[in-house]
């Protein structure tokens, strides 16, 4: 069974950073897709940025490019959502997703075969 466990989120002013984390259990990280997703209250949920299983490969929405940085380490089965200049409208709970996808060389935030999900973590950016 795939479990996935966020950590990391918080209080921070505008301009600010944070560093989420997930945990992934029950899955190698060379053979599953990652994604992160974030939902605001009376919002649609919203995918922010993915990285492949294969190569690992990148993609992030436009309203966090050169903002937001993705990035793994496949030994500690960890996946991490680097935050960097904070807005208020980035304020949100924060979910890591992980579908089982041996070879595949890209991945998409728009992608809805994410099998598995985290509780999530709640960002908050105010002053």
């Known amino acids: 069974q795939v479990q996935l466990v966020e950590s990391g989120g918080g209080l921070v002013q505008p301009g600010g950073s944070l560093k989420l984390s997930c945990a992934v259990s029950?899955?190698?990280?060379?053979?599953?897709?990652v994604g992160w997703f974030r939902q605001a209250p009376g919002k649609e949920r919203e995918g922010v940025s993915c990285?492949?299983?294969?190569?690992?490969?990148?993609e992030y929405a436009d309203s966090v490019k050169g903002r937001f940085t993705i990035s793994r380490h496949n030994g500690n089965k960890m996946v991490y959502l680097q935050l960097n200049s904070l807005k208020p409208e980035d304020t949100a709970v924060y979910y890591c997703?992980?579908?089982?996808?041996?070879?595949?060389?890209?991945?998409?935030?728009?992608?809805?075969?994410?099998?598995?999900w985290g509780q999530g973590t709640q960002v908050t950016v105010s002053s």
């Open positions: 997703a992980a579908e089982i996808t041996p070879g595949r060389s890209w991945c998409s935030v728009k992608a809805r075969g994410y099998q598995y």
């Open positions: 029950g899955a190698s990280l060379d053979g599953t897709t």
């Open positions: 990285i492949s299983s294969s190569y690992g490969i990148t």
